[in-house]
């Protein structure tokens, strides 16, 4: 993670067009290394598939946290001068489509590198309160919303992958109705109830969860509920996912590209859907 002098000479160069060597003097390019029946949901995808992309492109213009500074890229290499380019990045860990390791919120939890490698590869099920969404900015995954999924589709599979579709992303193009902010500065956008969070993680035998928005709470929520319950429990969460309604309900296969730096929190990850 860049420590905070970092990230803004980032921003100062992206901003300046600082040339490679004021660059790596200025900012030490090195410190950047530093209850259902006996059904239970399909767990295969059909053999055939697509591949969906449930990830947004990061860049300057994407959302971020309140507070937060936006991902920026700096040229420090040049086809023209030496025959490679390459660039300088700096961002937040949790930025973007991005993991949330159990140490974002728990102190001693597993880093992100230490999330097993078989946990990044899941049964994905899409529990869809769009509906709701549209109309109430405080909506939540509840209990009774897994509960009717499983009605519908069967008992959520082992070692399944539960993702909140909200529908948000069609916000995106005006930053201001994707964070929501109220006149106290406060977002509001969906997440997971607490209860619903704590019945996936006691209930049913789940390696993560993942929203649509920029929070796995309810934004404007202030006891993180979802996120404890969730990091709590060893699992680990995915936040701002992308074209979630591009594939169904379920019979999909999700995988996990997250980054493995030592310590880590979370950072910027690619995550596909194999339908």
């Not at 499983?150 to 201001?176: C, K, Q, T």
């Not at 996912?241 to 996990?256: E, F, I």
Request: aromatic share 6%; with cysteine; net charge negative.
């Amino acid at each position: 993670m860049c420590s905070p002098r970092i990230v803004r000479v980032a921003h100062e160069a992206a901003a300046e067009g600082v040339s490679r060597r004021a660059w790596l003097g200025a900012a030490g390019l090195g410190a950047l290394a530093a209850i259902a029946g006996p059904a239970v949901a399909s767990a295969v995808p059909d053999s055939g598939g697509a591949v969906v992309d449930l990830t947004h492109t990061l860049s300057a213009d994407l959302p971020v946290w309140p507070g937060n500074l936006p991902f920026a890229s700096v040229p420090v290499a040049w086809h023209e001068n030496g025959g490679f380019e390459q660039h300088a990045l700096a961002f937040w860990e949790h930025t973007g489509t991005h993991i949330d390791a159990p140490l974002h919120r728990v102190a001693g939890g597993a880093s992100v590198d230490r999330i097993a490698a078989e946990d990044l590869v899941a049964p994905l099920v899409v529990i869809d309160i769009s509906a709701r969404a549209a109309a109430d900015a405080d909506a939540a995954v509840t209990v009774s919303d897994i509960e009717q999924w499983e009605a519908a589709h069967g008992r959520i599979p082992d070692r399944a992958f539960v993702a909140m579709y909200s529908g948000w992303e069609g916000r995106l193009a005006n930053a201001g109705a994707f964070l929501n902010l109220d006149g106290e500065g406060r977002p509001h956008a969906p997440g997971f109830g607490a209860a619903a969070a704590q019945f996936l993680v006691s209930q049913r035998s789940i390696v993560g969860a993942g929203v649509d928005t920029l929070s796995l709470d309810l934004a404007a929520g202030k006891d993180y509920g979802a996120h404890t319950a969730f990091l709590g429990a060893g699992r680990y969460g995915v936040e701002m996912l992308a074209n979630l309604a591009q594939v169904p309900p379920t019979g999909v296969r999700l995988v996990v590209g997250a980054p493995k730096h030592a310590g880590g929190t979370g950072g910027p990850c690619r995550v596909l859907a194999l339908t």
